[in-house]
Structure formats: C-alpha cells, structure tokens
C-alpha cells in the first residue's frame, strides 16, 4: 500500500534527518516506529503527510508517487495523521470537532453517517458529543483527536505517540481502538515511545538509530539483546517473551 524508499529528508532544506529510510506497510497492517528521541521517526509520518522537507527519495502511495503531493491532496486519497499532543479544538464541542474532520466532504449526509459511525466504535464521546473539547480528559481528548481522523474514511493513520503522558488504563483503551480500526482494514502507522505496547500490537516493526532503519521483523525482535537491553533494561515482560 505505502512504499517509502530510500528517503532523505529534514528540515529548512538544509537538515538532513533521515538518511535513507526504506520501509513499507500493507493494508490492514499495524507497523510500529520505535527508537530513542531524536532517532527521526516523527520526521517519517511528517514527511509522508507533506510536513517536512523531502530531499531525495520516494514515497509511493498504491501506484501514486506522492512525495511531493500538498497535505490536502493526501487527505484527499486517503492519508490522514493524528499528531503528538492531542491537538483538539478546545473551544468547540466534541461534535463541532468531528465535523471538521470532514471539512473536505462536500455530501453532508456523508458526513451525518460518518459522524454515526464514529459514535456507534467511540461510546464515551457520544455521550459527551455536546460538551467542549477542552473539558474532556487526556485520554478522552486522544479518543477525539483519532476519531476526526477517522471522518475522512482514511485507508492509512499515522500515529505519532498516542499514548504520551495517559493513564495506563485509558493508554489500554487507545491500543484496543488501534486493533479494532486495523481490523476495519486500514493501515496504521503508529510511532510509540511506551516499546512493549507498541510491539505488543504491530504486525511488523522498523527500529530506527539517527535516521537510520538499523533492525527489522515481527515480535521476535525483542530476542534480540541489543533490543531488550536499549528499550527494555534487559527485561522484557512476559507476555512478550
């Protein structure tokens, strides 16, 4: 589905970040991103969703070169990306917030539908649908951030660390919508600092070293020593052994 191939890419057109990344990912399919800070992965979905500087390289989307396609146009064919930070609309209710995940639909009855269906997988914003986005908690406002992004009827999400700074309870929740929207068929590409949760999930898994992919593979990585004793301490939960 995603083909990203040897990408250079950064900043201000100087900074190189990464240096040659090649990686894919296929429908229904849940690859994870992992890394120490600095390492580039946030650089990979924002060079995918148009926000970074591509240098060299290749970013094909099903049969498309999309490499140097505008943010819309790639919400247009069905990329969407749900950034750090829960980035909501504080002064807008949760439904007000939703709808402007659809704002390039153009069939409001689309959007109606959609907006039921986001309510019919995310109970608890239903429910608080007519409340403002800023009282909602942490957890709840991570729900709404990835549930806009689902209005547009995405083939692909990018995930940049959806779990940053929630509860372990509510950070539970998150995983499980994460599955249940891969089971829907589209592809997700989540960056996680929380490793275990993350390769707990992920059909496939990329490790990246300053803008480098330096290992590849399935859960199986974490038998690797070099993996356990960098992101774990050399101690790897059971349900991951």
Not at 87 to 114: C, Y
Not at 140 to 156: D, V, Y
Not at 179 to 192: C, H, Y
Not at 203 to 226: A, C, F, P, T
């Amino acid at each position: 589905m995603l083909n990203v191939e040897n990408l250079k890419a950064g900043y201000d057109n100087t900074v190189e970040v990464l240096h040659g990344i090649d990686f894919t990912i296929d429908i229904g399919e849940i690859v994870a991103l992992i890394g120490p800070n600095g390492a580039g992965k946030s650089t990979i979905l924002k060079s995918i969703f148009g926000l970074a500087d591509i240098f060299s390289g290749k970013i094909i989307f099903g049969d498309k070169d999309i490499t140097n396609l505008k943010t819309y146009e790639l919400i247009e064919l069905g990329i969407c990306f749900v950034p750090q930070g829960r980035q909501v609309f504080s002064n807008m209710t949760v439904l007000e917030n939703l709808q402007m995940g659809a704002f390039i639909m153009k069939d409001q009855n689309v959007t109606e539908r959609n907006v039921n269906d986001i309510f019919q997988k995310f109970s608890t914003l239903k429910e608080r649908q007519n409340e403002l986005a800023g009282n909602l908690s942490g957890g709840q406002q991570q729900l709404l951030a990835i549930a806009r992004a689902l209005m547009q009827k995405p083939q692909i999400l990018l995930l940049d660390e959806p779990s940053l700074g929630l509860a372990p309870k509510i950070m539970k929740e998150i995983f499980e919508k994460i599955v249940e929207i891969k089971n829907e068929g589209i592809a997700v590409l989540i960056i996680e600092q929380n490793a275990k949760q993350a390769i707990g999930i992920a059909d496939r898994i990329y490790i990246l070293e300053n803008g480098k992919i330096v290992m590849q593979g399935n859960k199986d990585i974490l038998k690797s020593e070099k993996i356990r004793d960098i992101y774990f301490g050399g101690d790897v939960a059971p349900q991951f052994r």
